[in-house]
Each structure stands twice: as structure tokens, then as C-alpha cells.
């Protein structure tokens, strides 16, 4: 269970790291959009592993294949499948893993929860598993573009260790964010941050940040009081990436050191609709957009698989160390960018698709 | 559509802040469980406004009944109905608001939205929302006992503005929590805390803060990768409560600012158990529990409505100002500690009985 | 579990029929729609006993309450909570029942499920928990009234025991089948089955028979294939209703004997539409609606308390007899009459949210 | 939309007849449960075509393919992925169909509700999409064996037209069952089936007729009301099979001509548990298993792609006449038999690790 995301808009998942396969069902999809395999391969190519030196070197062709919901390019209104093979297993890389729990990894919770996994690789726990979210986020994008016309996503890196970018979230484009390999928008946190993450692949270490996204050009209606509130799906969905610790929106932490009198967003008329001064509120009010800027930040830890020699048990309960082989991201950031830009329309298009049904004319139209 | 949570323990919420009642079915609770409507009560009592001076003065005695689901101080398996009538209603006190958008309220965006709304209180969006979530608690909490019987919440302020409470979460207990109005279980700074907040009282301003909340003794096991992963629904849970802005779980966003070699927690066998050395986890690794404590942050913003007189725009789209009469917390967090606690339970508990369905006889046994 | 009904439209039940009160939350209902208490009262007079000799003598007010969700008339969007008080209970009447396993009804699977039972009278598993389905069917179908304008729903007596009546079901109108008690718009079989059933109650025995309803006017394009066929949906929603044994939906188990030259429904022109020259299809083709008249019959059983002395175990698992006490309906059929078309309603309209969804742009139009 | 089974054991189908591929996604699989290829192939040669003269010609080989979810023999716990790729495209059998709708077929609705549709062969109306709730179904059965190890379900052809079979559901077996290409244990009426079905092949026609369906040793306590009683879920899962016009269930239509004395089925004592001296319940009181054999039947149309040359209209809306060419069964229902049995297997494995997460102490052991 677990394994699917959406109320209308509905992705399953499924694929370990290694076996026959990686990909995904989306349910709920409108009938005759244009879709290509093109397309979605454009999305999995930004999340691909091996595109420079600071990712993992580790070699996926990552081809995908629609294998039904799609006819003559366009989409049926069935479920559509998309299947992504895997390639590339060395199970040889992983022999010492399956004997040693990894520290913060997931190897233990997973043989508590299920008395089994598959240790080669991350199994169903790998960072492969988001390709299924990145190919149903370019069906989403596609919706997104039809239902909410001026909608964009875009997220970048905000943060690596110590190193913060400055960067202009109401005007930043997805071409400056693709502009360098670490994906932050300004470029010369993003040379600090290139080396940075450089110098730990060479400790042997892994080193956290922080993503931001905004999404512009969203109507006010968005979100479902009380508990599917715009704000809780996106949590939802950006805390079930891997190696995810935190989410804010809008003002987020900040807002606890606060007074009601600063942090609130006055309304004022401006071109004819109705706007906020200010945008602590990040895009969201009483879980439900206000046709603001939605933006949000994501703390992403470093990740557990190390190079260094570290103290954990064995499965057979015997204390011992552990200095994981294999080819693993010294930081995970830049590759998580379309990650989060996935679940992010995922999310948008889910709520677009459930306002729809209920059809609120839209009372500042 | 958005107003229930849960898979297995399903709990679907009603109710505006001013109508006949509020209220909550819980469809999903094993039979033959003991509960009263006293016990129920108990937890209401813990939300219940008008306690001190630092909360608001509204004065509601959310009496709860339950209709349906319990014969002869048992559960029968069928679904659980408990009603809290509305009292005390004022309306004369909201006819300003009829008219004016308070600003980062939710009346704009349920207009947007719904194309009307409850202008009475918050109608929907209030708080006393949370009413439903706190009595169908109750219940959950009665369930742990049984299916985690090492399994205690504790939830308490961690920060209000700037003063930031020193708490040892490992140890501190409900009582600790409730010896002051402020529910931080720190003494000198809630002193300080309690200050602070009837001074923003005066001010006609509000203030926001943190909540911690810890959950000791939850087997390794629960979570659903990979959309519902524990801290994936933990932070749904609690982004889905009014005025919150953040979540963070274990080291949360100071895990951006370290390295994997710190980060990690090293395994350990104690007492004859695999346990990890240190917990910058918070006690669930790869979307399931680790065995270790959970623990989380949750940040509030300052509540939105306040005597200080801010710009905004009415109904009909001028420019206007607004100064809110009635009964407001100037700071939410006392009165959201049970909150929080509430929605812990009630994850942990959908958790726990989605586990016993598939039987995981538990690895670490 | 398995107390909500609905995707879109969603219909969550809750009541013994004895304890504080049954009642239904709605939620998933769009915004901004009439709807007053005295609507619902008036389909919950309908499902009311004690109307006539021929049916149940309890007396039951049965008053309806909306507890939240209307505000001024109409709809918020919020949850739609309804509850009606459960009065006239007499316990007395069940202490036999309490010891006894009345046979074919659910007392001992109740018991065997749960361990535990409201044995005073059905508790969940009395017909009276239908009142939730019949007050939420208010609201449905002011919903069906709006997008599916054309359409209409008639459910009436089609058979009684071996009485079998003459019905167009073409024209039929509710008001043709409020003409008589009996709920059955062929008045000469409705006099014949009148008699029956008193004589039935004069026996202490009960009796079954068929209800057949069908909807006029639903456009081509519903049903969600495919588990969610329209046809799927309905059986089960009938099926979900007390002492249902069978559906069939248009030619039925009468397709088992025919060629499909014969059974097949030709498609031709008419005013300019696509239709279909026979109707063996029912209204549905592969589980969507064909824009044809939707109609299906069910079949319901005897009633199984009956005064009539049986062969029974009591709890303590001893041999005893029983020959039930209490007001009790010989016939179920004439009261069933509104729950067949209230649950029919529901599918309905929920599946017609869902199609809203997708947006149809109606291939057919 | 539509496209998933079951609340525990949740079954997501996808594909067309033609493109990719068919298959589906199990989620909520329990873990460490032995499940290869072969056990799940040995299903689908069951329902593959080809088999006999009686059935369709079309050849497909229709290997199925694990993706996930099972590792070294052992399922993970994770989703199970199952592909079976599609050969044999004919298009040009098709051509004919892509502008004429076929009467009683999908492709008009389809066209109604989507505006497109795969017209090559049903697309996603094709039984062929049942590949994939036969694949789940072997899953389904192995958890059954574990969870309800006395429990046996077995489908068989009870009646061809006006030809009706003898058959005694207590003791029939799957073995009985498949001796004969009609999967009718009764001989001699197989027989008779045989030549008519041939017989309705030469005449280009299509037969209807009556699987039955029994399911011994499921243990009282399965099924959830009020909604999702057992034999609302059995319905529902009937009814979603391509071609079923209706469903009953244990003494189904017949009881609507029966009075209460003689359909009840009495409680008695038989080797020290609680059991009913008849079976008119057909294994389900309430909408709860009750001990006994759980049998209900489902009523086939002829299917309505043949020879015979039919009355029509183009999607351009013009009259015209259709004959179908292509290979098309003249009676489905043999191949039907392991359909129902596998939908019959998903409802109960869903059921019973619902019953399983409540934890049933179990009344009656």
C-alpha cells in the first residue's frame, strides 16, 4: 500500500532499483492531450544520474516506453503505463549492503516492516523509484497547461551546506536554472556549491541543502479544507521524496519569530483583481490558493550511502563498519530539482482536476 | 471533498464555527475497545478556548455526545458519530467581516473558491474545526494503547517568537506540559512566553511560535512507502492545522547544513536490540519507524485576525481598512499542543492497523 | 470501514437504530445549492414507516437536522451533515433477540465479525440506517437536477411474490406510484399484493419480490470503465441495500437466452441523435451511459423476523426456537421503493462529477 | 479513472487490446509470499484464447512478464508489476469498425464520454484487459491459501442458452470443471453446449448463458458494512466483467417469489460450531460471511461483435450495415470461467485482510 498519490489525478508507482523494471500508471488522465514518449523521455532526462561530475556516475539509459492510454499521440482517457527498464545492475557492488545495514538508510526499516528486501541497490528505497513520479509529471505539466494556461513551476537549489544562492523567485526561468550542473539559478553560489560538493565526493561524504520551486500563474480555488489543503499535499508529496527532512511555505519558520501585524498579506485592488501587498502567506490561504505565487522550500539531508567508514550492525545482529562502494551522489540536490517540479504538478494538477468537478464558477473572475 | 483522513482509521470532520455543530465520524475502529463520552471529553477540554487569559475569552462548553458506534461503553466496530453543538454564537460580532476580507484569513479564498461562505467566525476554516480531529483522537490514542502499548505522544511549545523553550524531549512528560497555561513544559521561558503573549494581547497583535511533538515507543514497522511514508502523512497531518507554515522531522533543516559522516546515526545492538546511536532521523528512516523516538517541529505562523487596524478590500472590491472586534488568541500554540498531539495519534494509529494488515510478524522481534 | 459510498460524491452513514441517532455526512457537494431541511424531510417521508396497515406500525418522527454545510438556504461546499434522533425505542421488544440468532438475519454474523452487537432491534444492520442514504439522495439529486437537467429517476414495486404488474416504464411517474400503498403503479396487481401482504402479516410470515427503477434523461458519457462501470456501481450500491439478493440491469439474466442477433440494440438515428432501436443494453454499453433509458431490476428476499416460530441458537450456543416479537414488515418493497431510487441517485450523481472532471466534451453533442 | 480494485489488495489494470501491452499493479501485497511466472502464467492459459474450435481463434502466446515486487521467489511487499505484451495485431481486421460502431459494443460510448477512442480491436473495452485481474488473481489465491487455508473457489458454465447444467456446487472441483472445453462439469450437458455453441459459430452469431460461482471454507466475519458488504463487492466485481448483465447471489431472484418461513435458514449446532440447515443466504447474512459456501451466479449476454449483418450508423453519423469480420468467440463464457474465479479471489483476499487490519478475535471459534 502506499504506493499511489492523487484523488483524480492518480499515479501508482512501482519498480525496485534493480529487477525487471521502473514506471508507473497514471488513472485520471483527460481524454485527447497530446502526448509523446519524446516528451515524457524529456522529463526523465533531467533526472537521469551521469550528466556531469558532481552526480553519480552510474550510466541508465532510462528509455521509456508508453505501453497503453496513449493512440496516435494522443491521451485515450484510460490508464496510461509508462515502463522504464533497468539496466546497468552490477549485483556485486552491493554484496557487502546486503549483509550491513546502512546508517539513516533505509536497509533495516525495511526488513522490520517486510522481513525481506531486495538489497541490490535501494531496492523500492532507491532514488530510481522517482522516475515513475517524473514521467506522470509530464502529463500533469500538460493538463497543468490547459486548465491553469498561465501556470509555471519552476524550482532550483536555494541552498547547499553553508552556501545560500540569492535568487528572484517571481522572475527566474527553468533555462537559468538548467544554466550549470548544480541547478541554482545564481551563478556564483553555484560555482561555490560545485565545489564544495566536489571536495566532499573526494572526502568520501555527502553534504545536504535546501530546493526551493514557486509556482506562478495558478487561479485562486486550488485545495480542499480540511485535510487535503493545498499546503498538506504538497507536504505530503515533497516529504515522500527520498532523503527529505523539512517543507515550508511562504514564510515557513520564519513566520514563529513574527507578529500578526507584519506577517500579514494586506489586500489591495491592482489591475482590476484582487492582490496581496505581501506574500508571506506563500501563495496559500486556508488551504486554498489566492492567485499568489505559491513557493516553498524543501531541506534535503545529506545522503546515508558514504564513502567513510562508519559503525553499524549486520543483519545477523553483529556490530561491524561500513565504507559503502558503489557510485552514489555526494549530493543529491541537483538531480532532485525535477523531482520536486513533479511532484509539485502532480499535486497542482490533482487539485485543478478535483476543483473542475465541482465547478466553482470562480468568484473573482 | 478533502474532508477526511486516514486509510484504515478514517476520519471525516464537519462543521462550521457557527451552525448546529460540529463534529466527527471515525468508520474504521476495531471493535470492543472501551470509550465514554468522559474520556472524549477530556480531550476536548484540553483544546477548549476561554481557560485563561492568555487564550481567547469565547466561552463554549463543546459538550460532546456520541450518537452512534459505541453500545455499553464499548466500540461495536460500526462508525463512531460525536457531536458537539454550537453555543454562544455572536454574530453581530462578524458583520464587519460579512463584508471585509480579513487579510491572510481565509474568507478570500473560500470566496474564491466556493463562491460563498460562512461569514459567522471562520465558518469552515476555524479552528474549532479541530474539534472533530481532538474527540476522534481520543479514540485513536485508545487504539495505540492496545496495538503499541509502549506508545506515548507528548506534545508542547518549543518557541513563541523569539524565546525558545530548552526541553529534554526524551523525558518530558503530559504533566510537565500541562503544569502552565503556555504548555511549554520549560518554566522560566514559558513565564517569559506567557509575558510576551498577553503584551501582544494588549497590542490587538498575535504571534506565532513552534510546536514539538514526540511519539516514544512506536515499533519499527510503520509507514507505507512510498507516497505514504510516516513522515509523509505526519506532515500532511499537521500542515492541514490552521495558521501552520513548516514541518521538520529529526534534524530537519539543520540537516541542509551538515555532512553525511555527522548526519548518519551509526547502528548499534542495546539490549539486544538494533538501535541507532544517535537520532537525527527522528525516528523514521526511508518512510517507516525506526524504532527510535519521532519527533517533529511544526511552525505557526501569528493568527491572521487582529485589533490593529490593517488595509484590505471588501466583498465588492474597495479599498477599505480593518480592525477586528471579537475574541482572538493572539497565540494559537497553546491551545494547538492537544491539536498536534491529536493528529500524531491519529496517523500512528491509521499506521498501526494498515501494518497489522499485512502482518509484518516484525524483524526485529 | 465500508461505510462511505462515492468518489466525488461521497456518502459516509453512521447509526444503530437505537442510540443517540442516524444520520449521513456528505461531502464532495459543489457549492451554492438550494437546499432546505424540509427537502430531505420530504424523501425521508417517503422511507418512513407507519404509514399504512400493510407496513411496519412503528412510529418513528424521524425530523431531520442539517448540522452543518448550508448556510442561508444553500450549499457551502463544506460537509452536508445531517442527523435525525433515534426515538421510540422500546428494548423490551429485542430482550428475546438479544439471546437469540434470529435466523437469515445478521445478528450471529455480526457477532461473529465483531465480537460484539447492538442487539437492540437491526443496531447497524437495521433497514433504518438507510435514512442517511435517503437524506443525502436529496441532495444528489438536486445536484442531477442541475447538471444532467433531463434527468429523472422512478423506482416502483414491479413484483410481489408471484403478483408480477404491468408497467411502462417509459411514462411512469412518481406520481403514479404514490398513487397506492403498495408503491406499485399497476393498480390492479397493487390491490392483489396489498391483499397478499396482509395476509402474509396475518400468518406472521413475510414476503419478497422486485423493484425495478429506471433513469430518463442521463446523457451518454457515465461510468468510469473499468471497475467503476456504471452498471458495476449500481449493483453494488443496490446490493448494499438490506434483504437484496439480485440486480439485473436491462435485458438481464433473460440476455442468458438469447442470440446476440437478437439481443443486440441497433444503432440509428433519430431527431438528429445517435440511438438505438431496442434497449436490451439497459442505457449502459462497456460501463458507460449510452444516453438510452438506464433501468435494472432487484430482487429482494422475505424479511427474516418473522413471527413465525423457527429452529434457532442463542449465543450461549443451545438449540432453542423463536418466534419474533415487535412491529415488523411483512413486505420491505413498498418502503424499499426510495432507497432503490435514492442509491441509484447517488451513483448517478457521483458519476457525473466524475465525468465533469475529465471535462466530456460530449463526442455525441 | 476507474481503473482500481479493492481497498487492502488494491488491483490497477491498464492497457488496450492492441499496443503495448496489458497487465497490472498489486499494492498491499503482504511480504515473503512464494509467487513465480509460471504460477501466474498457469492462470492466464486459463482464460488465453485459442484453446478449442469453440473458442476465438485469435493466437496469442500471452507471457506474462514480473516486473516488481517479487525478489528471489518472494514477494517484497512493494508493488507487484505484471506485463504481458500484445501480439498478433491484425489492424486491418479492424477497419471496418473504426467508422461503424458496433452495435451493444463500447466504441460508441467510448466515443461519447472520451471524443477518441483505440479502435483497433475493444482497446481498453476488450476482455483481453482482463489479463490482468487473472494475473492479480494468482496472487490473490496464494495470500487466500495463507489467511483462509480451508478456502477453495471454483466457477463452472451452469448454463448455454436454454441448455441447463446439473451440477452439485458442494463438491464440484476445478479439476471437474476443466474436462471439458465448454467448463461445464456436467457431461452430458456440456455436450449439448458444445454443438450449439459450433453451431451458433456457423451462424455467425453470439449465445448467452450463467456462470456459478461457489466459494467453500471462508470463514464467518468477512465483509464490511453497510457499503461494502461482501455481496456488494461480489456484485460490483461481477457487473465490472465485460458482457455480465446480472448477478445473484444464493437464492437470489427465486426468493422474491418465497415467504420468510421458508427461506430463512435455520441456526443449528453441527460438530460444535453455529450452522445454518440451508443455505438460501448463499454464505452472506447482513453483508458478513457466515461459515457457509458463499455461491452466486452471473447472467452473460451473447456478445455483440458477429457475423450477422446489423443495422448501424457511421461515427459520421450516417445509417449503414455491419458484419463483423475478425476471430470472435460465439459464447464467452467458457472463457469467462477463470474471470469470474479471479475477481471472486481479489474480493475475498481484499476482504479478508481488511478483517485481518481490525483484528477479529473470531466469535464463533
Known amino acids: 500500500m502506499g504506493n499511489t ?26 481524454p485527447k492531450i497530446d502526448i509523446s514518449e519524446a516528451e515524457i523521455q524529456q522529463e526523465l532526462d533531467r533526472r537521469r544520474p551521469g550528466q556531469s561530475k558532481i552526480t ?24 496510461i503505463a509508462i515502463l522504464v527498464r533497468n539496466k546497468d545492475a552490477r549485483p556485486e557492488d552491493y554484496a557487502e549492503i546486503a549483509r550491513k545495514f546502512r546508517p ?15 538489497w541490490q541497490g535501494g531496492g523500492r528505497a532507491s532514488a530510481r523509484e522517482t522516475i515513475g513520479r517524473v514521467a506522470a509529471s509530464a502529463v500533469a505539466k500538460k493538463i497543468l497547461s490547459i486548465v491553469c494556461p498561465e501556470s509555471e513551476i519552476v524550482a532550483y537549489v536555494a541552498q547547499i551546506h553553508e552556501i545560500a544562492a540569492k535568487i528572484n ?31 566532499v565526493r573526494v572526502d568520501g561524504d555527502s553534504i545536504g541543502g535546501v530546493i526551493e520551486c514557486v509556482a506562478r500563474g495558478i487561479p485562486p480555488g486550488l485545495g480542499e479544507p480540511v485535510f487535503d489543503k493545498l499546503e498538506a ?14 517543507f515550508e511555505i511562504g514564510s ?22 484582487i492582490r496581496t501587498a505581501t506574500n508571506n502567506s506563500g501563495g496559500v490561504q486556508g488551504g486554498i490558493s489566492n492567485g499568489e505565487e505559491i513557493y516553498f522550500r524543501i531541506g534535503f539531508k545529506p545522503i546515508a550511502t558514504i564513502a567513510y ?25 541537483p538531480r532532485a530539482v525535477p523531482i520536486v517540479e513533479a511532484m509539485a504538478a ?18 473573482s473572475e
Chains 1, 2, 3, 4 share one sequence.
Not at 504538497?234 to 527532512?245: D, F, N, Q, V
Not at 567508514?309 to 540536490?333: F, I, M, N, W, Y
Open 309 to 333: 567508514e562508519q559503525k553499524t550492525v549486520t543483519a545477523s545482529r553483529e556490530q561491524t563498519k561500513l565504507a559503502a562502494r558503489g557510485r552514489h551522489d555526494p549530493c543529491v540536490l
Open 5 to 30: 498519490f492523487g484523488q483524480l489525478f492518480r499515479v501508482t508507482t512501482f519498480g525496485e532499483s534493480h529487477g525487471g523494471g521502473i514506471g508507473v500508471i497514471i488513472d485520471g488522465c483527460p
Open 346 to 363: 502532480i499535486v497542482l494538477c490533482d487539485h485543478a482536476l478535483r476543483q473542475k468537478a465541482i465547478g466553482s464558477p470562480g468568484w
Open 233 to 246: 499535499d504538497l507536504a505530503k508529496a515533497m516529504l515522500s521524496i527520498p532523503a527529505t527532512k523539512g
Open 104 to 118: 539513516s538508510h533505509a536497509d533495516f526499516t525495511y526488513e522490520a516492516k517486510y522481513g525481506i528486501r531486495n
Open 252 to 273: 515557513g519558520f520564519t513566520a514563529t519569530r513574527m507578529r500578526g501585524s507584519e506577517h500579514n498579506d494586506p489586500f489591495e485592488m491592482r489591475a482590476g483583481k
Open 169 to 199: 523567485r517571481s522572475v527566474v526561468t527553468m533555462e537559468d536554472v538548467e544554466k550549470n550542473t548544480v541547478r541554482c539559478p545564481d551563478g556564483a553560489a553555484a560555482k561555490k556549491m560545485a565545489s564544495l560538493i566536489e571536495q
Open 56 to 79: 553519480t556516475q552510474r550510466k541508465e539509459e532510462d528509455r521509456c516506453e508508453i505501453l497503453s492510454g496513449v493512440f496516435e499521440g494522443k491521451t485515450l482517457g484510460t490508464p
